[in-house]
């Protein structure tokens, strides 16, 4: 991947800076504890803070510079989609996942309360299951904010009337449902420690369970988000 390249050339960066300083090769230097150092004489190194902004001597000279480490990766074998049988390998890989809520809607006031947001997903390897929970818990947040709340406005010149945190109503801490967080684990094949992405999915699902649950409790299609209980309540009266 890009990072491990890019890791990788930062190694380079700092032996070759080490080398100048130190008059060893390359080839006889090894790094570890955060130390670039001889092989046979470990005492003579330098720590990678010393050389990471180039090396200044104490005599105020200065050799190299500044290591950037820099990595570039492109996917391999992917195709676009045949417009005949609708497959291809589009992407490098796919998150599977399903959402759900439950919640408690008044059908007077169209006035509705997210009780609890369940996400089942296989993200192929969880290999830190606090920031993993977290990440797709925040994801899920985030989606239902903008499925019941955040929702644009414009004037008649198309501007954007709620364009600050008055007027744009994001969810409040207090308004936040349970969440149930699943993980099913079947390794990425093709992708570091066989992990998939885990972040956006937490996201798309939510706008669609809301509307299921929303459209089976009031027995009608509920499509339009944000889903406010004004335009619960106004698409109620249309029909």
């Not at 009780?115 to 929970?133: F, Q």
């Not at 299921?212 to 027995?219: I, M």
């Amino acid at each position: 991947s890009a990072a491990v390249e890019a890791a990788e050339d930062a190694l380079v960066q700092l032996y070759e800076t080490a080398e100048a300083v130190l008059h060893v090769p390359k080839e006889h230097l090894e790094h570890g504890e955060g130390r670039v150092y001889e092989k046979d004489h470990p005492e003579n190194g330098l720590s990678f803070s010393e050389i990471a902004l180039g090396y200044v001597f104490p005599n105020g000279n200065a050799i190299k510079g500044q290591i950037i480490g820099r990595g570039r990766y492109i996917a391999h074998k992917l195709t676009g989609i045949d417009p005949a049988t609708g497959r291809g390998k589009p992407d490098l890989e796919w998150t599977i996942g399903a959402h759900g809520v439950q919640l408690l809607v008044d059908p007077q006031t169209g006035t509705f309360k997210i009780e609890r947001a369940i996400c089942a997903m296989d993200v192929g390897k969880v290999v830190n299951p606090d920031l993993a929970r977290g990440q797709v818990v925040g994801a899920m947040s985030m989606g239902i904010g903008y499925t019941i709340y955040e929702g644009f406005r414009h004037n008649s010149r198309g501007q954007i009337t709620n364009e600050n945190l008055r007027d744009h109503k994001i969810m409040r801490y207090n308004e936040q449902p349970v969440y149930d967080v699943f993980f099913l684990e079947t390794p990425q094949l093709d992708g570091p420690y066989g992990v998939r992405g885990l972040g956006e999915p937490g996201i798309t699902g939510m706008p669609a369970a809301i509307s299921n649950a929303l459209s089976r409790a009031l027995d009608r299609p509920i499509n339009h988000i944000p889903f406010t209980p004004e335009r619960l309540v106004m698409e109620e009266t249309d029909e």
